[in-house]
């Protein structure tokens, strides 16, 4: 079973990385994010636009990425401590059946 998880994860490395790399083909590609997208999409079909409203707080990009990890992570956690009650409880079912038997 722990070689089968070893070529899962060769697989997934091996996706990430050939994903990337036909990515970054395109000349000038960026990561860049939808909301930055649609304000360029946009503003090319009406330059005249106004925004209603702005950002009270820009933060610095190094911020802005950590913030995105801690949430990225804070939802993993969240997901992971979930997946990990019900399969507990999934357990002890099992557990209570087998006794009753």
Known sequence: ???????????????????????????????TGTDGQAMATVTALNPDYQPWFDFIWEPPAEIASGLFALQAALGAGVLGYYLGFKRGQRQGQRKRSDAGD
């Open 1 to 31: 079973m722990k070689a089968q998880n070893g070529w899962l994860l060769a697989l997934v490395v091996i996706l990430a990385v050939v994903s990337i790399r036909i990515g970054s083909r395109r000349e000038g590609a960026e990561f």
